[in-house]
């Protein structure tokens, strides 16, 4: 159960990049939740992998507290969550759909946090430790969102 949470039901076992097919994963099922149900139950998931996702970390590098293995996935589904939640609520403010450029922006500017791993994400990171693998991509994704409604706000304002 521990490693199903994890690898996001396996999704951490695709080859090449499984970072970025947690982040796709999170982000098909992310839009899908908010589209189809409403961003109150994208907050619930959010806070959920969060919670559950570093529990499940601390119990799967438990004989191995220092790694940070590719197939963990369950930080990168948590991160996006986090970055998806800024266009949601934007969006559901103003009683819209959700429309293509936030979602997209979000995973674009996660991937960028996530990989590049500026100030406190490379913090996180560093920590090298069960807590430190879901923190990076938490981090990742507050910034995701943020640099999303820039971009959001300069598009908008400044060139429209």
Do not use: N, Q
């Amino acid at each position: 159960m521990i490693r199903l949470i994890t690898t996001f039901f396996g999704v951490g076992r695709l080859p090449a990049a499984p970072g970025t097919w947690g982040s796709l994963a999170a982000l098909i099922i992310g839009w899908a939740v908010v589209e189809f149900v409403g961003v109150w139950l994208l907050v619930i998931l959010c806070a959920l992998s969060i919670v559950i996702g570093i529990w499940a970390c601390k119990r799967d590098l438990a004989d191995r507290p220092t790694e940070d293995p590719s197939e963990i996935v369950i930080d990168e589904v948590a991160g996006m969550w986090i970055a998806l939640l800024f266009p949601a609520v934007a969006f559901a403010m103003r009683d819209m759909p959700m429309v293509w450029p936030g979602p997209i922006a979000a995973f674009l500017f996660f991937r960028l946090f996530d990989i590049r791993k500026p100030w406190l994400v490379g913090r996180a990171d560093r920590r090298h430790d069960p807590l430190g693998v879901m923190l990076d991509d938490i981090w990742a994704g507050v910034f995701a969102g943020i640099a999303t409604m820039i971009a959001a706000a300069l598009y908008h304002v400044v060139l429209m």
